[in-house]
């Protein structure tokens, strides 16, 4: 019976109820989709870096990232490469030649990181050829020839087919030059790598580098499935003890970071709207109590007590916060899977987001433990914001409160 | 000896109203046995509704005893006070105070309800009731939905419900019109001849003053007479 007062209670004001019923509504359906599109963002950057520059695993000299040295190479890095085309459970796998350098046209020089690449390898693993904006893909069977990214052809002053001097250090520690046209120009998503990376053909940079055919500076790894990925960084690890394997989180501590920060983000939302859900609805119950003196001291006088009471207006209040959740969060829901399949275009403001690196689509998305955190914070919310009220309830004087009209 | 259902010896209650220090009553002793259809009247500020507060347990003495069924109940607590309450007054207000959200069954049902009564014996006393009142056809109608004289006739079936010691009513006939009140009137007096039922009333009403069978005249917080007819 209790249940049954308090359900009728909250529909005595039916339109002071829709109104907070309503509101909760439009608040649970924002804080969904604005965790949602948070959730999106992340899951953008982290593609975007994943796709771009670490793939899911990559193989290293163990010292060769502290400062590029050409010497420090991966010596047995064709057998490596030949056992992972062999596993499975991996989809692609590139291996790439890395030179510290700089890259002189007639009219200015740049510091670049000069990357061989097997250009079909390479495609299968970064797509890199989808990137070019202007000329062809390299050719493995043409000798010298250099990707860069429109941003280094504007600094450089140079078009299509324009010669490019590059010079490097050598495995032996010397240092060399070497003639290049530009074969292909490309552009990607995030201006700082387009301000460093140069791609040529594997071949090319180890024999100019001095590096033999079985050494590589760096293998990328692409596996079927995304989440294996801390498994078998491990596996991997473990096989090859004497180069080091490292993951997308390990290669980009940003991504961390980045990761961090939105949760942040995310729980400094959730509070707020929890904040602004409890002064709404103690707002609301406070009226709905104080309207009720009368009733209230009655029931005290027949024989309510204070535990039950408190238990009555607790009730009213959880069940005005509650009632409107889930269509929020499917509402919430709805709106995320639309936009998850048609994308939010932030074109206008895709020169800020190439700084990070992110593309201008964004999809939002949310797991389903971020569904079950709303909804937790909504029934706390409604169980904080019903104290008060109920207290205020059971501190009615009945001789007191029979008085009021 | 009988127990009284009622006992005030020597009760005293001032408290401070804006900035006023009121002495509301000032020494009464009165005693209520089983079945007395007992009036307390007299002018505004006697000190009726207080007199009337205390014996219905929603207020304390400021000093004095006051016992019901012998148990004295001057110094229960709250919580004490609502479970004393429960099991054992009947209250009819004057504005009827039903709960607005439940039907008329529901409403009789309720205290007894808090008394945790079974669902049966809920059901078989709430019929019982509402017949008592001759409303057992308006059983699933809510307060708003009869009359000024048919919800005071529901108050007297939900305080007759958890099978109280006596009826504490405040002014029970201040909102109805003549028929209604000597419907009321009738019906009370019958509970009160056929099953023994004690009712106390505080009223200014003469046509509830000539229905008394004893009538307690308060004034300045003193009882000034006690007739009995």
């Given at each position: 019976?209790?249940?049954?007062?308090?359900?009728?209670?909250?529909?005595?004001?039916?339109?002071?109820?829709?109104?907070?019923?309503g509101?909760?509504?439009?608040g649970?359906?924002?804080?969904?989709?604005?965790?949602?599109?948070?959730e999106?963002?992340?899951?953008?950057?982290?593609?975007?870096?994943?796709?771009?520059?670490?793939?899911?695993?990559?193989?290293h000299?163990?010292?060769?990232?502290?400062?590029?040295?050409?010497a420090?190479v991966?010596?047995?890095?064709?057998?490596?490469?030949?056992?992972?085309r062999?596993?499975?459970?991996?989809?692609?796998?590139?291996?790439?030649?890395?030179?510290?350098?700089?890259?002189?046209?007639?009219?200015?020089?740049?510091?670049?990181?000069?990357?061989?690449v097997?250009?079909?390898?390479?495609?299968?693993?970064?797509?890199?050829?989808n990137?070019?904006?202007?000329?062809?893909?390299l050719?493995?069977?043409?000798?010298?020839?250099?990707?860069?990214?429109?941003?280094m052809?504007?600094?450089?002053?140079?078009?299509?087919?324009?010669?490019?001097?590059?010079?490097?250090?050598?495995?032996?520690?010397?240092?060399?030059?070497?003639?290049?046209?530009?074969?292909?120009?490309?552009?990607?998503?995030?201006?700082?790598?387009?301000?460093?990376?140069?791609?040529?053909?594997?071949?090319?940079?180890?024999?100019?580098?001095?590096?033999?055919?079985?050494?590589?500076?760096?293998?990328?790894?692409?596996?079927?499935?995304f989440?294996?990925?801390?498994?078998?960084?491990?596996?991997?690890?473990?096989?090859?003890?004497?180069?080091?394997?490292?993951?997308?989180?390990?290669?980009?501590?940003?991504?961390?970071?980045?990761?961090?920060?939105?949760?942040?983000?995310?729980?400094?939302?959730?509070?707020?709207?929890m904040l602004?859900?409890?002064?709404?609805?103690?707002?609301?119950?406070m009226?709905?109590?104080?309207?009720?003196?009368?009733?209230?001291?009655?029931?005290?006088?027949?024989?309510?007590?204070?535990?039950?009471?408190?238990?009555?207006?607790?009730?009213?209040?959880?069940?005005?916060?509650?009632?409107?959740?889930?269509?929020?969060?499917?509402?919430?829901?709805?709106?995320?899977?639309i936009?998850?399949?048609?994308?939010?275009?932030?074109?206008?403001?895709?020169?800020?987001l190439?700084e990070?690196?992110?593309?201008?689509?964004?999809?939002?998305?949310?797991?389903?433990?971020?569904y079950?955190?709303?909804?937790?914070?909504?029934?706390?919310?409604?169980?904080?914001?019903?104290?008060?009220?109920?207290?205020?309830a059971?501190?009615?004087?009945?001789?007191?409160?029979?008085?009021?009209? | 000896?009988?127990?009284?259902?009622?006992?005030?010896?020597?009760?005293?209650?001032?408290?401070?109203?804006?900035?006023?220090?009121?002495?509301?009553?000032?020494?009464?002793?009165?005693?209520?046995?089983?079945?007395?259809?007992?009036?307390?009247?007299?002018?505004?500020?006697?000190?009726?509704?207080?007199?009337?507060?205390?014996?219905?347990?929603?207020?304390?003495?400021s000093s004095?005893?006051?016992?019901?069924?012998?148990?004295?109940?001057?110094?229960?607590?709250?919580?004490?006070?609502?479970?004393?309450?429960?099991?054992?007054?009947?209250?009819?207000?004057?504005?009827?105070?039903?709960?607005?959200?439940?039907?008329?069954?529901?409403?009789?049902?309720?205290?007894?309800?808090l008394?945790?009564?079974?669902?049966?014996e809920?059901?078989?006393?709430?019929?019982?009731?509402?017949?008592?009142?001759?409303?057992?056809?308006r059983?699933?109608?809510?307060?708003?939905?009869?009359?000024?004289?048919?919800?005071?006739?529901?108050?007297?079936?939900?305080?007759?419900?958890?099978?109280?010691?006596?009826?504490?009513?405040?002014e029970?006939?201040?909102?109805?019109?003549?028929?209604?009140?000597?419907?009321?009137?009738?019906?009370?007096?019958?509970?009160?001849?056929?099953?023994?039922?004690?009712?106390?009333?505080?009223?200014?009403?003469?046509?509830?003053?000539?229905?008394?069978?004893?009538?307690?005249?308060?004034?300045?917080?003193?009882?000034?007479?006690?007739?009995?007819?």
């Amino acid at each position: 019976m209790l249940f049954t007062v308090a359900w009728r209670n909250i529909w005595r004001s039916k339109t002071r109820t829709l109104v907070v019923i309503g509101s909760i509504i439009v608040g649970i359906w924002a804080l969904v989709f604005l965790l949602g599109f948070f959730e999106g963002q992340v899951q953008n950057y982290m593609g975007n870096v994943i796709q771009n520059e670490t793939s899911h695993l990559q193989y290293h000299h163990p010292r060769f990232k502290d400062d590029f040295e050409s010497a420090l190479v991966i010596p047995n890095s064709a057998d490596i490469l030949e056992e992972l085309r062999t596993d499975a459970e991996i989809k692609a796998t590139s291996e790439r030649i890395v030179l510290n350098g700089m890259l002189a046209s007639s009219a200015a020089v740049q510091g670049v990181m000069a990357i061989g690449v097997e250009p079909l390898a390479e495609q299968e693993v970064t797509q890199l050829d989808n990137k070019i904006v202007e000329g062809a893909p390299l050719d493995p069977s043409s000798k010298n020839q250099l990707l860069i990214s429109r941003r280094m052809a504007d600094k450089l002053k140079v078009k299509l087919r324009s010669k490019l001097v590059l010079t490097f250090q050598t495995a032996t520690q010397e240092i060399s030059s070497a003639a290049f046209r530009v074969a292909g120009i490309y552009q990607s998503n995030k201006r700082l790598n387009d301000e460093l990376y140069i791609y040529a053909n594997i071949s090319d940079l180890r024999r100019l580098a001095e590096i033999p055919g079985s050494a590589a500076h760096e293998i990328a790894v692409v596996l079927h499935n995304f989440d294996e990925v801390e498994v078998k960084t491990i596996a991997l690890s473990e096989r090859h003890q004497d180069v080091l394997v490292e993951n997308y989180r390990q290669l980009s501590p940003d991504l961390e970071l980045m990761n961090s920060q939105i949760k942040i983000n995310m729980t400094v939302m959730i509070v707020i709207f929890m904040l602004a859900l409890i002064f709404g609805i103690i707002n609301t119950m406070m009226m709905a109590v104080l309207e009720r003196m009368r009733e209230l001291g009655m029931l005290m006088a027949i024989g309510m007590n204070k535990g039950k009471v408190f238990l009555m207006v607790c009730l009213e209040t959880l069940l005005i916060s509650v009632i409107g959740a889930p269509v929020g969060i499917f509402l919430g829901f709805i709106t995320i899977e639309i936009l998850n399949r048609k994308g939010i275009s932030l074109a206008r403001w895709s020169a800020a987001l190439e700084e990070f690196g992110m593309s201008d689509l964004v999809r939002p998305s949310l797991d389903a433990s971020n569904y079950v955190l709303v909804a937790m914070a909504v029934v706390i919310t409604g169980l904080l914001a019903s104290i008060y009220p109920s207290i205020k309830a059971t501190r009615l004087r009945p001789v007191e409160a029979l008085r009021k009209i | 000896m009988n127990i009284p259902i009622i006992e005030i010896i020597d009760l005293h209650k001032s408290y401070t109203e804006t900035a006023v220090h009121v002495h509301a009553l000032r020494g009464v002793d009165l005693t209520i046995e089983k079945g007395e259809f007992t009036a307390i009247v007299g002018p505004s500020g006697s000190g009726k509704t207080t007199m009337l507060n205390i014996i219905g347990g929603l207020d304390r003495p400021s000093s004095g005893t006051i016992k019901i069924r012998g148990n004295d109940i001057s110094n229960l607590s709250d919580n004490q006070l609502i479970d004393f309450r429960r099991e054992n007054i009947g209250f009819v207000f004057q504005s009827y105070n039903l709960i607005p959200v439940l039907t008329a069954k529901e409403n009789v049902e309720f205290v007894m309800l808090l008394q945790n009564r079974s669902q049966e014996e809920r059901d078989a006393r709430t019929l019982e009731l509402m017949q008592a009142v001759g409303l057992a056809d308006r059983m699933s109608n809510r307060p708003s939905e009869l009359s000024g004289g048919q919800q005071q006739r529901v108050a007297v079936a939900r305080a007759l419900a958890p099978k109280p010691a006596f009826i504490l009513a405040d002014e029970p006939t201040a909102n109805l019109d003549s028929v209604s009140t000597s419907d009321l009137l009738d019906l009370m007096a019958n509970l009160n001849r056929e099953e023994g039922m004690t009712f106390v009333f505080s009223t200014h009403d003469q046509r509830v003053i000539d229905r008394a069978r004893r009538i307690v005249l308060l004034e300045d917080g003193k009882i000034i007479s006690d007739e009995r007819k």
